[in-house]
């Protein structure tokens, strides 16, 4: 049985120094909003809704930690490049993940959610590029599969895999579809070398319930750069797509990929 199954929800937080202790293991889910990041947290959980889906982007609004085992989480990170977030709340959201991305030390790595009809967006390379610089490892799931011809969504797997391999050597790609299940149990395997040989991680998770509920309590604030990397990946509206992956026609500079993402005032 995957230790994806043993999810619970565990806590959400909204500031800093609400974080639980740094210590075990921590893969971060991140993606485009509506790419279906939280559709895809439910499928490998075979889960209907232990992470929240909507039909309106922008509703996973703080990270949300969910529980595998014994200091084991996944975390659901807000969504990036929706347009209709208030600035006030946009600032937050920037200062919030970009210190846990760039302080965590739990951190392992980072599943990065791709519709594939629409992959590797201006904002998905600036995140790939970003996150990329921290030599943490980056998994890219490929959702809604289904929505495509089996030998199309082939062909864009390739292509994003070409690119990835080309510039950003310690990621990895494939398909996924939580309609059709397909590559959930690919996705269960890669996640599970993060975290640790599952079947420990089950035995944890039943055996010490206690040390589960001691670690809730609040850490102290960490520290980290103010205004982060991050800045242009909340609250901005992705450019249309088109052409096949690893195309760039509506970003204007090309070599977009390889800059961190512009703070605030740029």
């Known amino acids: 049985m995957s230790v994806f199954q043993h999810a619970t929800f565990y806590t959400t937080v909204n500031e800093l120094h609400c974080l639980p202790p740094p210590q075990g293991v921590e893969i971060a889910f991140a993606g485009r909003s509506n790419a279906g990041k939280s559709s ?30 014994h200091n084991r989480f996944l975390v659901d990170l807000p969504g990036y490049g929706y347009a209709k977030v ?17 302080t965590r030390e739990s951190l392992y790595g980072m599943v990065l959610i791709m519709d594939v009809r629409h992959p590797l967006t201006p904002l998905d390379r600036q995140m790939l590029a970003w996150f990329a610089s921290t030599g943490k490892p980056v998994h890219v799931l490929l959702t809604k599969s ?73 850490n102290p604030r960490l520290k980290g750069n103010k205004t982060g990397g991050k800045a242009t990946l909340m609250g901005i509206k992705v450019p249309a797509q088109g052409g096949k992956a690893g195309d760039n026609k509506d970003n204007k500079d090309n070599n977009n990929e390889h800059k961190k993402p512009p703070v605030k005032g740029e």
């Open 40 to 69: 895809a947290i439910n499928s490998l959980a075979n889960r209907g809704r232990l992470a929240f889906v909507s039909k309106t982007p922008g509703r996973t609004q703080h990270l949300n930690f969910f529980q595998l085992g």
């Open 146 to 218: 289904d929505k495509l011809a089996r030998q199309q969504a082939e062909k864009i797997r390739k292509d994003v895999l070409a690119f990835l391999r080309e510039t950003y050597p310690q990621c990895s790609v494939q398909l996924f579809s939580s309609l059709t299940k397909e590559g959930v149990e690919e996705a269960t395997a890669m996640l599970g070398k993060w975290l640790g040989r599952e079947t420990d991680l089950v035995q944890e998770s039943n055996a010490a319930p206690e040390e589960n509920d001691r670690v809730r309590r609040k």
């Open 86 to 102: 208030p600035f006030g709340v946009r600032q937050h959201w920037e200062h919030l993940l970009s210190t846990y991305l760039e």
